[in-house]
Structure formats: C-alpha cells, structure tokens
C-alpha cells in the first residue's frame, strides 16, 4: 500500500492518477483500441495554461512509483501524452513548466528512443496535414470571394 497525501494540488493529482492507474493495471481495463481511459486527467491538467496545475502535474514525473507504472505502459501513454508534450514545450509561457515538460520528454526519450521517434514522426505528420488544410481552406475562400466579386461586378448595372 503507497500512501499518498491529498491535502496540496499535487497530492490530489498524484493519488487520483495513482488510484486509477492501479486500478486500470490491476483489472486491466485498458480497451481494444489502446486507449486508457485515465487520458482525461493528466491530457487536461499537463497543457494547462495554469501554472499551477502544470507544474503540478509535472511534478508526477518525479514520483518514483508513477514513473515506474508509466514506464511499464510508455507504449500507450505517451502516444496520448506527446501533443501536450509538444505544446508546452512550444507555447507555455512559464519557463518552469516548459524545464519540466522538457524534462519529461527526455525521460520518455531515454525510456525508449524507438517509441519516441514514432510519436514524434506521428505528431510532425499531423501538424504538416492540418498546415496543409489550413491552407487548402483559405484557398478555398479567396477563390469564393473572387467568384462571388465577379458575380457582383457581372450583375452590377450603372445608372447615370
């Protein structure tokens, strides 16, 4: 039995991740498609804006128990985890946070090179198609906008 405090942030985070993980490891509730149904609590709190909850969530990382139940299942949690990852270490505004996620991904990293490269690959395919349909979509309009102008200047009737 590991005894976890609940009475700061990351306590609660801590033992709420620890109870479901445990859980989920213990009866193996994890699904046919992979997904562990725990995404929910760390996808929300890992790319917060709040520093606070971040940080905190962060923070599991140095929890020896939760890295080794991580560690145990890298291959269906950092799948799930690598966009936030991404995000933070692109767009959080708190160097603390951005230290921390990188030294999340360094432990991901070093854990298994393979699985990080293949998520990293995945993650730079995704952002390259959605680049590609934002651009495919502002196309689109500017040709509606010059036919509906065209449209305009056709139908238009001068009067003197």
């Known amino acids: 039995m590991v005894f976890l405090p609940t009475n700061t942030v990351q306590g609660y985070v801590v033992c709420n991740l620890h109870h479901h993980l ?15 149904s725990t ?8 790319a ?18 939760i890295v080794n139940l991580i560690a145990q299942n890298r291959d269906v949690i950092l799948p799930l985890i690598f966009k ?13 946070v951005h230290g921390l996620t990188a030294n999340v991904r360094k ?23 959605a680049r590609e349909l934002e651009e495919q979509r502002e196309l689109t309009w500017k040709k509606l906008e010059a036919v509906a102008a065209q449209a ?6 001068l009067v003197n």
Request: aromatic letters at 8%; hydrophobic letters at 45%.
């Open 39 to 46: 995404r929910g609590i760390v996808l929300d709190v890992l």
């Open 84 to 96: 936030a990852l991404e995000k933070n270490m692109r767009d959080h505004w708190n160097p603390a």
């Open 22 to 36: 445990t859980l989920e490891l213990a009866i193996g509730t994890v699904s046919n498609t992979g997904m562990v």
């Open 107 to 129: 432990m991901f990293l070093e854990m298994d090179a393979e699985l990080f490269e293949d998520c990293q690959r995945k993650y730079l395919e995704k952002e390259a198609r």
């Open 48 to 65: 917060s804006i709040s520093i606070l909850v971040a940080e905190r969530t962060l923070y599991l990382w140095n929890n020896e128990h």
């Open 152 to 157: 305009v200047r056709d139908n238009m009737v």
